[in-house]
């Protein structure tokens, strides 16, 4: 399967000519019937799994969002395959970017300059402890170097959702309150058991060529969708939702390099701190947590290219670009394509090692999608993960493999009312997560047999 490169080369966003100006060639503007018809008649290669190319089918794989219960609903159907061509077609350069249903190109957008709060690694706290996230998560193990992940929620009972402090907490104005959450697909910290030796030189943590000559370095990344960010009683954009990625460099000594904020100043005698910084930021909608079965986060990293984060929901697709080179003096990547064979994604409290708390009765499917060069399964290793903010939910069982042409997940869980069928295109990792309710007198339920597919 052939990986599509985005062209490092491109102009950046920022320095390009008003949209307004660009030939309304490059906007196609396509019936959205036609969308489809186009694709499918032509046999149109689309992408159904980080940058990779697979033909699209009248049910696409669920890295496309996509259960195998297809509808007849012409629209509904060009929609999604409306999402799986946007993904076959590459960033024009870094910046940021909108699609809207029908165009089939990218448009510039304007992009936020800020400084949300910060989205921590992991603390010390007892593993196992009834939350996920803060160390207690799944994480997608693969067989090889990542270059994208797709993470997406099946979801059942979700009613509500509330941000609140923890005990962690040290952020005396932390984002707090109802539908107040984000979506995290983290790299690892840790190197893993498949990442050469000349790229882990700790043989512990993730050391890049951004750490400079710091022995003690480690980097860490994640993608980030935010309900809120900067919300301050001096920050700008309370009540915003923003798409973005944050960059750390742990371990660091002296100061911090230029533009970048810092963290634990205080470790080893003052000495060694955490630096960090976002790329731009782009506005997207507030998306209720009720919809989250609605949601596709993505994260994409081309070694000696871009990285990318991009966001999938309803009529609309997202994307931020940013250079993936080691040059933290100037706010630049970290290189982490080069080191990158871990992924966790879930959906947690929003930012300073908060906790997004679920109503009782809440049930989650997490599932992971990678691509990794390989149709090897990954593993799933538990309590690895690296995200320090948490959720409410107790995690399941969690399931990996490969390419499966319909698989069924739930249906035979007696604790979950999810029953769904979707098809996975690459090698995956699933998990179930819920706030149960507690009832005593209730007996077993007997689980059916799975609801036909709908043609």
């Not at 499918?40 to 049910?59: D, E, H, K, M």
């Not at 970048?260 to 205080?266: F, K």
């Amino acid at each position: 399967m052939q990986k599509i490169h985005v062209h490092s080369s491109a102009q950046s966003a920022e320095d390009r000519a008003d949209a307004g100006k660009v030939s309304k060639s490059e906007y196609l503007r396509p019936s959205r019937l036609a969308i489809t018809a186009a694709a499918l008649a032509a046999g149109l290669l689309v992408q159904t799994q980080g940058f990779t190319q697979v033909p699209t089918s009248p049910s696409p794989g669920a890295s496309t969002a996509n259960h195998s219960g297809t509808t007849s609903d012409p629209e509904k159907e060009a929609r999604k395959t409306w999402h799986a061509v946007m993904r076959n077609i590459p960033l024009p350069g870094t910046g940021c970017f909108h699609a809207r249903y029908p165009n089939v190109a990218w448009e510039s957008a304007k992009c936020e300059e800020s400084k949300p709060d910060a989205h921590p690694m992991a603390v010390n706290r007892t593993v196992g402890a009834p939350a996920a996230g803060n160390g207690t998560d799944y994480v997608a193990q693969a067989q090889g170097l990542i270059s994208a992940a797709y993470g997406k929620f099946f979801i059942s009972g979700v009613m509500n959702e509330t941000n609140v402090k923890t005990s962690l907490t040290t952020n005396p104005h932390p984002i707090t309150g109802s539908n107040e959450y984000s979506l995290q697909l983290n790299t690892n910290n840790l190197c893993g058991s498949t990442t050469p030796a000349n790229e882990c030189t700790l043989g512990t943590y993730i050391h890049t060529a951004a750490c400079g000559d710091y022995a003690d370095c480690f980097v860490w990344q994640q993608f980030i969708y935010a309900t809120d960010y900067d919300c301050t009683p001096y920050g700008s954009h309370c009540g915003n939702a923003g798409l973005f990625m944050q960059y750390w460099l742990y371990n660091w000594v002296g100061n911090c390099p230029h533009g970048w904020n810092t963290v634990n100043p205080t470790v080893n005698n003052g000495e060694q701190l955490s630096c960090w910084h976002n790329s731009r930021i782009q506005p997207v909608p507030n998306i209720p947590v009720t919809n989250l079965g609605d949601v596709i986060l993505a994260g994409n990293a081309e070694n000696g290219g871009n990285d990318e984060v991009a966001l999938e929901y309803g009529d609309d697709s997202w994307a931020v670009s940013n250079t993936d080179n080691s040059a933290p003096c100037c706010k630049g990547g970290l290189d982490i394509a080069s080191v990158w064979n871990q992924a966790e994604f879930n959906v947690v409290g929003d930012a300073d090692l908060t906790d997004a708390q679920f109503n009782v009765g809440a049930q989650v499917i997490v599932l992971l999608e990678l691509y990794d060069g390989s149709q090897s399964a990954p593993t799933c290793p538990k309590n690895v993960g690296t995200t320090g903010e948490t959720n409410n939910l107790t995690l399941g069982a969690c399931q990996t493999g490969v390419s499966n042409p319909i698989y069924w997940y739930g249906c035979n869980n007696s604790s979950l009312n999810i029953c769904t069928g979707f098809e996975i295109s690459g090698p995956y990792i699933e998990f179930s997560e819920s706030n149960p309710y507690v009832c005593l007198a209730c007996g077993p339920v007997v689980p059916g047999p799975p609801p036909p597919i709908e043609e």
